[in-house]
């Protein structure tokens, strides 16, 4: 990859990285992990986190997020997320870095979010690419996981694009959700409703929901996909040729 022009809202602490464009403009392209993709979910090495460039109105947000990085560093468990260094994201980034240093956070963020979501110092390998699918797709390739903290519309979209994708057969990967404070409440009883209502079927409403972050990874680690997803043939590339499957 090659190493972007300086920008004078970073400071020159961490690693910065942009895909050449002839790999994102290529049909088809596989962009290669920094981190090998695991089958069995027991070694969880990386986990993706969703969350807000928002803190929300209610101070158990940043907590519990400060608490999930601080027991994701105590398990050596590294960080990919949204590159930003505001809200939630700013909050969990930090907390990663500060215990796992620059290889344990890879924040991937498309070039016109940088003035919105980064400001002063970068946390972490801060990937700069071209658009949004090209970060979601990334995200999901270098994680064996996934989280969603409280979040906007943003948060909501990413989360539900990667289950979709574990529906399609795209990723075997756990997705949680850390119900800080019942955030989550609401929508979970919405995927009961798509599920009674024959919308998605009873195998895929297959998210782990915990208000703890101790014991939502330990359930990510036990985790088995959905036997639909698992005797299907996983599909060799998802969205955009980005492999993003465990195998």
């Not at 920094?34 to 089958?39: M, T, W």
């Not at 090495?45 to 460039?53: A, E, Y």
């Not at 797709?137 to 969603?148: E, N, P, S, V, Y």
Request: proline share 5%; hydrophobic share 40%.
């Amino acid at each position: 990859m090659i190493v972007a022009s300086s920008c004078p809202v970073f400071k020159k602490r961490s690693t910065l990285h942009r895909p050449p464009r002839s790999v994102l403009s290529r049909p088809g392209a596989k962009i290669e992990s920094a981190v090998e993709d695991k089958a069995v979910m027991s070694e969880v090495k990386r986990i993706c986190v969703f969350c807000g460039s928002a803190s929300g109105i209610k101070p158990e947000y940043e907590a519990v997020a400060a608490a999930l990085g601080e027991h994701m560093v105590q398990q050596g468990i590294g960080l990919v997320y949204g590159g930003g260094t505001v809200g939630l994201m700013g909050v969990i980034g930090r907390t990663v870095f500060k215990g796992l240093g620059d290889e344990g956070v890879i924040g991937i963020i498309p070039e016109s979010l940088t003035p919105k979501e980064v400001s002063g110092e970068m946390i972490g390998t801060l990937q700069i690419v071209e658009d949004m699918h090209t970060r979601k797709a990334l995200m999901a390739k270098h994680a064996d996981g996934f989280i969603a903290m409280p979040g906007g519309f943003g948060t909501m979209e990413e989360l539900m694009e990667v289950l979709t994708w574990q529906q399609l057969g795209f990723h075997s990967k756990p997705v949680g959700l850390l119900n800080i404070a019942g955030f989550y409440d609401p929508l979970v009883s919405f995927f009961k409703h798509c599920v009674d209502e024959g919308f998605v079927k009873a195998q895929y409403n297959a998210v782990i929901v915990s208000s703890d972050p101790a014991e939502l990874i330990q359930k990510m680690r036990e985790f088995k996909a959905p036997e639909s997803i698992i005797g299907r043939r996983l599909r060799e590339k998802g969205p955009d040729g980005i492999d993003v499957s465990t195998h």
